[in-house]
């Protein structure tokens, strides 16, 4: 089956959302989202259950419509999907799930999107596909053969399995600093790190870095030289259960391991230790294996973009994959005004004639 639209946005998380919130009220341009996912909600679907957000619900909305409160506590992942959830059905958004974008093919002027459910051709594609499908697992020597067992935090489902085991948390930033603080709790912990861990000061939460990413946002908007992210103060957030852990002494971070053996781990000074579990916490990928055809990625594995449109296919756009696709656009708050300025940008684009691409 074969379907038009103006507009094709691959992935219905809250990037893909926002986008299409935008190209409703703003243009008269006709769209489609497909997901590939059987419910709303997007990556919050696959977090682990204890998970909460950064900031309070005030600090976590979506263009055009508050988050609920959530009280004292921020919100969790479940109050983020019935969220989503009802922002797709009152603004009424044309998503289609589940729909898996296999690839995507330059077509004329367009694009060509195969799918599990036939074929669209739309005219401009964003591409807002979340990193949660691509979870990254660093090459160290004899994991495969090691005996005991390995999750990625894309699948970590929580620290009971883990009580009363040696459980190694690898990696330094969020999703290492929250899960090291449950498994502490009744597991024996081996948190190991590339270096220091970078706290935040304790007071900074998701307003602090929405107000830095949006300052940055306006200083490159004006043309002003780059003030940062918030990298400079650090990048774990010192949300109250890690606090706790890290008051508590629990979290006592040791340099990262450099081999397996089949028991456990060992270091490059010849110590060993045996352990039963790993806990993976090293990141994502950007999810971009549906523009292969394009040839548009770069060794970083990211896409060169003039804000959010690739340099090099014109009418193809990438939303929520991080700051290369804008400052704070990977979360809730900050992904509205790249929405914005990415319709404002499709708007005008798709009312001129599209140049040759360059490759
Ligand atoms: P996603 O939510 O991943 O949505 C993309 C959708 O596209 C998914 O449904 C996916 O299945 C689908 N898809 C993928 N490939 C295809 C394809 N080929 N065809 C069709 N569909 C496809 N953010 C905040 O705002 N506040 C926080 O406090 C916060 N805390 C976090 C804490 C941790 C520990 C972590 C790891 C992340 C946190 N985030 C937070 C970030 C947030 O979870 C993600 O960045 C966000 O969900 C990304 O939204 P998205 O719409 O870009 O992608």
Same mark, same amino acid.
């Given at each position: 089956?074969?379907?038009?639209?103006?507009?094709?946005?691959?992935?219905?998380?809250?990037?893909?959302?926002?986008?299409?919130?935008?190209?409703?009220?703003?243009?008269?341009?006709?769209?489609?989202?497909?997901?590939?996912?059987?419910?709303?909600?997007?990556?919050?679907?696959?977090?682990?259950?204890?998970?909460?957000?950064?900031?309070?619900?005030?600090?976590?909305?979506?263009?055009?419509?508050?988050?609920?409160?959530?009280?004292?506590?921020?919100?969790?992942?479940?109050?983020?999907?019935?969220?989503?959830?009802?922002?797709?059905?009152?603004?009424?958004?044309?998503?289609?799930?589940?729909?898996?974008?296999?690839?995507?093919?330059?077509?004329?002027?367009?694009?060509?999107?195969?799918?599990?459910?036939?074929?669209?051709?739309?005219?401009?594609?964003?591409?807002?596909?979340?990193?949660?499908?691509?979870?990254?697992?660093?090459?160290?020597?004899?994991?495969?053969?090691?005996?005991?067992?390995?999750?990625?935090?894309?699948?970590?489902?929580?620290?009971?399995?883990?009580?009363?085991?040696?459980?190694?948390?690898?990696?330094?930033?969020?999703?290492?600093?929250?899960?090291?603080?449950?498994?502490?709790?009744?597991?024996?912990?081996?948190?190991?790190?590339?270096?220091?861990?970078?706290?935040?000061? /304790?007071? !900074?939460?998701?307003?602090?870095? #929405? *107000?830095? $990413?949006?300052?940055?946002? =306006?200083? +490159?908007?004006?043309?002003?030289?780059?003030?940062?992210?918030?990298?400079?103060?650090?990048?774990?957030?010192?949300?109250?259960?890690?606090?706790?852990?890290?008051?508590?002494?629990?979290?006592?971070?040791?340099?990262?391991?450099?081999?397996?053996?089949?028991?456990?781990?060992?270091?490059?000074?010849?110590?060993?230790?045996?352990? /039963?579990? !790993?806990?993976?916490?090293?990141? #994502? *990928?950007? $999810?971009?294996?549906?523009? =292969?055809? +394009?040839?548009?990625?770069?060794?970083?594995?990211?896409?060169?973009?003039?804000?959010?449109?690739?340099?090099?296919?014109?009418?193809?756009?990438?939303?929520?994959?991080?700051?290369?696709?804008?400052?704070?656009?990977?979360?809730?708050?900050?992904?509205?005004?790249?929405?914005?300025?990415?319709?404002?940008?499709?708007?005008?684009?798709?009312?001129?004639?599209?140049?040759?691409?360059? *490759?």
């Amino acid at each position: 089956m074969e379907h038009q639209v103006d507009v094709a946005i691959i992935g219905g998380g809250q990037a893909g959302l926002a986008v299409g919130w935008y190209l409703r009220r703003r243009t008269d341009l006709s769209f489609v989202i497909l997901d590939d996912q059987h419910a709303p909600g997007g990556a919050w679907r696959h977090t682990w259950p204890s998970l909460r957000l950064f900031s309070p619900s005030s600090y976590s909305s979506l263009p055009g419509r508050l988050m609920p409160t959530t009280g004292a506590d921020n919100p969790d992942a479940a109050h983020v999907i019935d969220y989503l959830t009802d922002y797709e059905t009152r603004y009424d958004l044309p998503v289609r799930r589940p729909v898996h974008v296999s690839a995507v093919h330059r077509d004329g002027e367009g694009f060509r999107l195969e799918t599990i459910a036939g074929t669209w051709s739309a005219r401009a594609v964003v591409s807002a596909t979340g990193t949660w499908s691509q979870p990254f697992w660093p090459t160290v020597p004899g994991r495969r053969t090691f005996t005991g067992t390995q999750v990625h935090s894309a699948h970590y489902a929580g620290p009971a399995p883990y009580a009363g085991k040696r459980v190694v948390v690898v990696g330094g930033s969020n999703s290492g600093a929250q899960i090291a603080a449950e498994i502490a709790e009744d597991a024996e912990l081996i948190w190991c790190l590339e270096g220091e861990p970078h706290w935040l000061p /304790d007071e !900074v939460d998701g307003r602090e870095l #929405f *107000r830095v $990413a949006t300052e940055r946002s =306006r200083a +490159l908007a004006a043309g002003q030289p780059d003030p940062g992210g918030v990298a400079a103060l650090g990048n774990i957030v010192v949300v109250r259960p890690v606090k706790h852990a890290r008051d508590a002494g629990l979290l006592r971070p040791i340099p990262m391991f450099d081999r397996f053996t089949t028991t456990g781990i060992a270091w490059p000074d010849g110590r060993e230790r045996e352990v /039963d579990a !790993v806990i993976w916490c090293t990141g #994502f *990928r950007p $999810a971009l294996r549906h523009l =292969r055809p +394009l040839h548009v990625r770069e060794a970083d594995g990211t896409i060169r973009t003039d804000g959010t449109a690739s340099v090099q296919v014109p009418r193809l756009y990438l939303m929520g994959y991080g700051d290369w696709t804008g400052p704070g656009s990977a979360t809730l708050i900050g992904v509205g005004p790249t929405a914005k300025a990415t319709v404002a940008a499709l708007k005008r684009q798709l009312a001129t004639p599209t140049p040759v691409p360059t *490759r």
